[in-house]
């Protein structure tokens, strides 16, 4: 099972980004796909889940700015970042399962600083 993931890096403060995460290994289609990410000094949070037949839910502080989405065609999941805050600034982790307590990726850093 492999993970990798891709985008990330420094955004200024209102900006956007997507992440992906493409998944090799598993019936991607068939398991639900989750984001999470880890602040500076701060424990894992739950940031989005994707299931397989579509369902999607957001924890509260990305509710209308964060949006997942996946292409079981290319075994990705995306996360689209919109309206970003300095306090969005972790490592983002995608993870198969939900929760995001799943097996995980690599994690990749988003920083978001003016």
């Known amino acids: 099972v492999q993970l990798v993931e891709s985008g990330g890096g420094l955004v200024q403060p209102g900006g956007s980004m997507r992440r992906s995460c493409a998944a090799s290994g598993v019936t991607f289609s068939s398991f639900a796909m989750s984001w999470a990410r880890q602040a500076p000094g701060k424990g894992l949070e739950w940031v989005s889940d994707?299931?397989?037949?579509?369902?999607?839910y957001y924890g509260d502080s990305m509710k209308g700015r964060f949006t997942i989405s996946r292409d079981n065609t290319k075994n990705t999941v995306y996360l689209q970042m919109n309206s970003l805050r300095p306090e969005d600034t972790a490592v983002y982790y995608c993870a198969i399962g939900v929760s995001g307590e799943g097996f995980r990726g690599q994690g990749t850093q988003v920083t978001v600083s003016s």
């Open positions: 994707i299931y397989s037949d579509g369902r999607r």
